[in-house]
């Protein structure tokens, strides 16, 4: 009952309001004197220093959903939980070599998405559309993620109701305010509201964690208390260390989500709108602190077990809603207020992912699609109205997900997700480096891998599904006599690579035209102060935004 949990909606809403009106400030801090502009409104000017990038890429990409969900899957799973953690730590060095060389080429030439970038480098619209569509897909249940994990603590504070619309009136609220303060403010919002959340959800999980194992009786008994319930249960992949069955699903999913991470458009629109190639480089080195402060939530699923936290119910007629776990583990443990501050840090850390997503998304629509496509002579100012309006649209659209399809769907379509944002792979990540590959190898490679990923994903059973249960694919089926699994997105995108690479030798040997090359060898290497268009043309700076011809 909603009554019971009075002094936590009032803080948690009290929080949320504020951030909110921070978010419509937003519009007026380091406002520039035109905001109609893809490079203001969608990048923040480029202008963002060391410490807001800090805030606002790790408010990207550690979010509700890494907030509830990880937990969750600890609680649920055992040591499978963890592949988080290190693919989190992987991906760093990895991005280090990448997205300084793509922030350099996109400064150069005023690329606002890597679909600009294929379009220049491979001289080929046709894969700067399959790039764009395909991030905008795999974003959409990105944004509908961070709803699960507002919803996941509505419900522990009782704030629900007896049919569909007044269950979920609050997060169609919540996410209203989002959409006006984004439309108006653009990046610049999720940049400001990034410091409080972050600040939040280090306040909340140092505290639990110290706190927490001495209530419970020590990290031993918390430790004791997990082990104890994995061995009762029936499925014998679940544990509190990894076993031969699963360790290969375990090191293919960190492997393939840490290449994922940095494909996705918000991850990149964060990069973009960094102030220099150094603030990239300092922020590679910082962002691994956000990977201990996430193995530290992942425990936060034993605790809840130790604690003998009992899930919510599910969606569907006897399940239940694991992740409502962490919001329970702090209702029953803490004060009200602190539980209403960490529902808080919840519900911020869903605003920001989900304001950059819907805005990164919005992006790839108007410069790959509506300007490429509808419009080719779209002034800057009806570039930037129609993100606006695409932002919104992806907003709707993402609470739709949840208004309409069971939210344990939503999360196995995350899944889905980056295993369909890893086919970009090779024409984004390696086309920064190469140019070896064809422009219709990387779209025959890209279309088998994607074929091969979802006939896969396809495959992949559930308890509550026959087909798109998951993302851990077992090798039998491919004729392999062993229980274990893989994650489908790594073979997918190798099956892509060398599709790709065959396709490639085959129009070369047949001497098939490539097209030219739009960008230099020195382009990726530019940095602050350097002009925004290729050296040895005359170009200005807003015609360099156009895409080649």
Known sequence: MWRDHLTEIIVFSFLFLLVSVMGFVAARWRAPKDMAHLDEWGLGGRSFGGWITWFLVGGDLYTAYTFVAVPALMFGAGAAGFFAVPYTIVIYPLVFLVLVRLWSVSHRHGFVTPADFVRNRFDSPVLALLIAITGIVATMPYIALQLVGIEAVLKTMGVTGDNALARHLPIIIAFAILAA??????????????????????????????????????????????????????????????????????????LGSALALFLYPHSITGVLASRNRDVIKRNMSALPAYSLLLGLIALLGYMAIAAGVKPLPGASAGSVDNNTVVPLLFDQQ?????????????????????????????????????????????????????????????????????????PQFSIDLQLIGGVIILQTLPAVALGLYTRWFHRTGLIVGWAVGM???????????????????????????????????????????????????????????????????????????????????????????????????
Not at 354 to 372: C, D, G, P, V
Not at 491 to 503: Q, Y
């Open 181 to 254: 303060y984004t439309y108006q403010s653009g990046l610049r919002a999720p940049a400001l509201i990034a410091f409080v959340k972050d600040s939040l959800i280090y306040i909340v999980i140092l505290v639990a964690v110290v706190y927490l194992p001495y209530k419970l009786g020590g990290w031993g008994d918390i430790f004791a208390a997990a082990d104890a319930k994995f061995d009762a249960s029936p499925n014998p992949n679940d544990g509190i260390l990894l076993n031969g069955n699963n360790q290969l699903q375990y090191v293919t999913l960190a």
């Open 334 to 406: 803490f004060p009200d207020w602190f539980a209403g501050v960490a529902y808080a840090a919840i519900g911020i850390g869903a605003l920001v992912p989900a304001a950059i997503m819907s805005i990164a998304a919005a992006n790839l629509f108007t410069r790959n699609i509506y300007k490429e496509y509808l419009k080719r002579d779209a002034s800057p100012a009806q570039e930037a109205n129609v993100s606006k309006i695409t932002s919104l649209v992806v907003k709707v659209g993402a609470v739709a997900c949840i208004v309409f399809l069971d």
């Open 451 to 549: 074929g091969l990923g979802m006939w896969m994903l396809y495959q992949v059973a559930s308890p509550t599904r026959k087909h798109f249960g998951g993302s851990a694919f077992p090798l039998s089926e491919f004729g392999f006599d062993t229980t274990r699994t893989i994650y489908v997105g790594i073979v997918a995108v190798a099956v892509n690579l060398a599709v790709a690479a065959l396709v490639t030798l085959a129009l070369r040997a047949a001497k098939v035209d490539e097209g030219v090359d739009g960008t230099t060898p020195d382009d990726y290497f530019a940095d602050e102060g350097d002009p925004r268009i290729t050296p040895g043309t005359d170009r200005d700076a807003d015609s360099a935004r156009e895409p080649v011809a």
